[in-house]
């Protein structure tokens, strides 16, 4: 599979505003600052896509971006920012409860963490819920670029007995800076598309 074409849609900041079904859906999850608008950038190569800040907490709302006409990647808000205020943090719960509940096209999570860290707790109870809500999920190891990479397959070893997943293929190393594990994200993508009937 190859991206063709990718376009920002829409932005939503309250659970009842979401589309209406109409195309599937491949969410973007993870901590702030993790590189998740950096994800979906690499992804589709168009470096200004999703907006990207050395800052945490710059994506506050849910972004839809269409893809190759066929599917939305969804760039959600940041968690574990802790510079925010307690009503953002409800504000947070309540869109990601409302999303990830609501959605009924959702169809795959990219759950993204940094290859150097350990899991947080934010990050074990994203996956709890992702595993609760019986959605499909890939952890994508950010910043893979920031480890030499003689190291990669040490840190996917470590993250994959921390997370208690069954296999490396659960794991996708990952560098928005150098394209490192695109095409492995791609072809992830592309079963994810044909497995769904829609
Ligand atoms: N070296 C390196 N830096 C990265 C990578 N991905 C993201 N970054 C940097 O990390 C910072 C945060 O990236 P974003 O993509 O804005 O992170 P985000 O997860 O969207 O953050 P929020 O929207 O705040 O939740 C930026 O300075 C990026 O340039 C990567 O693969 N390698
Ligand atoms: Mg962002």
Same mark, same amino acid.
């Given at each position: 599979?190859?991206? &063709?074409?990718?376009?920002?849609?829409?932005?939503?900041?309250? #659970?009842?505003?979401?589309?209406?079904?109409?195309?599937?859906?491949? %969410?973007?999850?993870?901590?702030?600052?993790? !590189?998740?608008?950096?994800?979906?950038?690499?992804?589709? =190569?168009?470096?200004?896509?999703? @907006?990207? *800040?050395?800052? #945490?907490? &710059?994506?506050?709302?849910?972004? $839809?971006?269409?893809?190759?006409?066929?599917? $939305?990647?969804?760039?959600?808000?940041?968690?574990?920012?802790?510079?925010?205020?307690? %009503?953002? @943090?409800?504000?947070? !719960?309540?869109?990601?409860? !409302? $999303?990830? &509940?609501?959605?009924?096209?959702? =169809?795959?999570?990219?759950?993204?963490?940094?290859? +150097?860290?350990?899991?947080?707790?934010?990050?074990?109870?994203?996956?709890? $819920?992702? =595993?609760?809500?019986?959605?499909?999920?890939?952890?994508?190891?950010?910043?893979?670029?920031?480890?030499? @990479?003689?190291?990669?397959?040490?840190?996917?070893?470590?993250?994959?007995?921390?997370?208690?997943?069954? !296999? +490396?293929?659960?794991?996708? #190393?990952? *560098? *928005?800076?150098?394209?490192?594990?695109?095409?492995?994200?791609?072809? +992830?993508?592309?079963?994810?598309?044909?497995?769904?009937?829609?």
């Amino acid at each position: 599979m190859e991206i &063709k074409s990718a376009s920002f849609v829409t932005s939503y900041a309250k #659970p009842g505003d979401f589309p209406a079904p109409a195309l599937m859906e491949i %969410a973007v999850a993870g901590k702030s600052n993790v !590189g998740k608008s950096s994800f979906i950038n690499g992804m589709t =190569r168009q470096k200004k896509l999703a @907006k990207t *800040s050395q800052k #945490p907490g &710059k994506t506050r709302l849910v972004n $839809y971006f269409l893809l190759n006409g066929a599917f $939305y990647l969804v760039d959600l808000p940041g968690y574990g920012f802790a510079q925010v205020s307690k %009503a953002e @943090k409800e504000r947070w !719960g309540e869109m990601m409860e !409302g $999303y990830l &509940k609501g959605s009924e096209n959702l =169809r795959h999570m990219f759950l993204l963490m940094d290859i +150097r860290h350990s899991p947080t707790r934010d990050d074990e109870t994203m996956l709890r $819920y992702v =595993r609760i809500l019986n959605i499909p999920f890939t952890v994508i190891l950010t910043k893979a670029d920031k480890v030499a @990479k003689s190291k990669v397959p040490m840190r996917v070893n470590a993250l994959m007995k921390e997370l208690v997943l069954p !296999g +490396r293929e659960w794991l996708i #190393p990952f *560098s *928005s800076e150098t394209g490192f594990g695109r095409d492995r994200v791609l072809a +992830r993508m592309e079963e994810v598309l044909s497995s769904s009937s829609f």
